[in-house]
């Protein structure tokens, strides 16, 4: 989708899904998130 790549792609590797899959399992994707409102009471799935 354009964006650029956090990682040194292996050389057999160009699926994008794969490559965002080997960045997720490495810990490199730069993503926070924060929830305003109200405080949800209950499990968190």
Same mark, same amino acid.
């Given at each position: 989708? =354009?964006? /650029? *790549? *956090?990682?040194? /792609?292996?050389?057999? #590797? +160009?699926? /994008? !899904?794969? #490559?965002?899959? #080997?960045?997720?399992? @490495? =810990? +490199?994707?730069?993503?926070?998130?924060?929830?305003?409102? @109200? #405080?949800? @009471? =209950? /499990? !968190?799935?």
């Amino acid at each position: 989708m =354009g964006a /650029p *790549l *956090l990682i040194k /792609p292996p050389e057999d #590797l +160009v699926d /994008p !899904v794969q #490559l965002a899959i #080997l960045e997720f399992e @490495k =810990g +490199v994707i730069p993503i926070t998130v924060r929830r305003r409102g @109200k #405080l949800i @009471k =209950g /499990p !968190v799935v």
